[in-house]
């Protein structure tokens, strides 16, 4: 009945007019409570950004036309099978407004792929992920399947491609989840996994890779897999019973979505049971590399914004240095403001030492590190190789370091020139433009930098 009001509301109004996303809302009001629980907590964002005024307007033109006191309190939750996370938010009715119930703040922007900072090492898989979101009529790429490191920045992608997806399609016919959550909830789909798509269009899963072991698991999924609509000529027909759609309600068989994360390497895959990994494989696969030195900077600037943190560019590259994943750094800046809070804000080398010496910092490669593995590889000495000597293999090996530490470490051209046995920066320069133009010319020097690269976070 309360729906019912609402709508009639709702209607009233011309930007609200005809619009069906009040029937994904579940309303229960328990006394002075009001619980509204959401499909999932991507309903929840798109919801607070655009539909939220409304419905509270609504609801206090209901309660006044009742003749009641006051209006209930609102409580928020965002907590269907195969959600991300359940949560409740209490929120008041009556203005003045409380909290946000967004906990994201990608939320806030139009774009929620606005603040994924990467540059051209991701560039492919970011562009992929924006263009699959939008079209909601391609059936390509399916599945489409993110790998990568933890940290990197998987289930970060995965929420905005979500929260894109929600603002077409229903909310209610969207699964997202993490894989190990959604096998074990107990669903219609568990018992039947064949009429999967007769609920849903679009199936978002988190680490992918605890489906391991997990035989029966991975069976259904596969089956799951095989029978969504564009993979099939045609879905199996539809048995009597509880799995009959209810009357009236369109079986939506359009442009379905299957969307995977895998923590680590496309090798990781290999841990799954060899039906589940070929389905996976057919589909589009990209891996999100770890960020490189200047998009971690990046990463902490943005942070530093938000916070209001009073902290240099020195001491952001010294605190980006010491992380290669976000949440290591997001873990770093949460101590930088607690150290902030403590000592005030002029924090000195000494405090910044302490805070990556007992905090979640790894033990990043410096110059020596580096100089020393490029060496190794070659069959070199680091001695020589900082050394005066002109021989080829030397040459090479120097040039190589500078480059490799000129990406990874972010220092200067005349900060390298000392490091390097005090050269000058116009030397550095012309050894870093050649190895650039050898990593396409020279495929021994490309494979060397790469291998090193990779080892070396």
């Known amino acids: 009945m309360l729906k019912k009001e609402l709508r009639e509301i709702l209607a009233e109004n011309r930007a609200t007019a005809g619009e069906t996303w009040l029937e994904s809302l579940t309303l229960r009001q328990e006394k002075d409570t009001l619980r509204v629980v959401f499909p999932h907590m991507y309903f929840a964002d798109w919801f607070s950004l655009h539909r939220r005024a409304a419905f509270e307007d609504a609801l206090r033109r209901h309660f006044t036309r009742l003749h009641e006191d006051s209006v209930p309190r609102i409580v928020y939750e965002s907590a ?35 603040d994924f900072i990467c540059n051209d090492k991701n560039a492919f898989p970011l562009a992929t992920a924006r263009d699959l979101a939008a079209d909601t009529t391609s059936t390509a790429y399916n599945p489409f399947l993110v790998c990568g490191r933890s940290g990197t920045g998987k289930s ?25 959550r959604f096998c074990s909830e107990h669903l219609v789909w568990a018992r039947r996994p064949e009429l999967f798509w007769l609920r849903y269009d679009v199936l978002v899963l988190d680490d992918i890779q605890d489906l391991a072991g997990h035989d029966a698991w991975q069976r259904k999924l596969v089956t799951i897999i095989d029978t969504c609509p564009g993979r099939q000529k045609s879905l199996p027909g539809i048995p009597s019973g509880e799995d009959i759609p209810p009357a009236g309600e369109q079986i939506h068989r359009a442009a379905p979505r299957m969307i995977f994360a895998c923590s680590g390497q496309p090798q990781a895959l290999k841990a799954l049971d060899e039906r589940l990994r070929s389905r996976l494989e057919s589909g589009l696969v990209v891996e999100l590399m770890e960020p490189d030195l200047d998009v971690r900077l990046r990463y902490l600037q943005v942070i530093c914004k938000e916070r209001r943190l009073p902290l240099t560019r020195e001491q952001l590259l010294f605190l980006a240095q010491r992380c290669s994943q976000f949440r290591l750094l997001q873990g770093l800046m949460l101590k930088v403001g607690a150290y902030c809070a403590v ?21 990043m490669p410096g110059c020596r590190e580096i100089l020393g593995e490029v060496a190794r590889r070659l069959n070199l000495r680091p001695e020589d190789v900082l050394g005066a000597k002109r021989r080829p293999d030397l040459v090479l090996a120097r040039q190589v370091s500078m480059y490799i530490c000129r990406r990874k470490l972010g220092l200067s051209y005349p900060e390298l020139g000392r490091a390097f046995g005090g050269r000058d920066h116009s030397t550095v320069i012309y050894a870093i433009n050649k190895i650039k133009k050898l990593m396409v010319s020279n495929k021994s020097v490309h494979q060397l930098v790469t291998e090193i690269e990779m080892k070396t976070p």
């Open 80 to 114: 269907a099978p195969g959600a991300f996370a359940a949560r409740t938010l209490p929120q008041p009715v009556s203005p003045p407004p409380g909290p946000d119930c967004r906990s994201n703040t990608m939320a806030e922007a139009e774009d929620p792929f606005a």
């Open 156 to 180: 970060r992608l995965l929420q905005a491609m979500t929260c894109v997806m929600s603002r077409t399609a229903d909310p209610a016919r969207m699964i997202c989840s993490s894989a190990a």
């Open 343 to 363: 000592k005030g804000n002029n924090l000195t080398q000494s405090d910044m030492e302490n805070i990556v010496r007992t905090g979640v910092a790894e033990k």
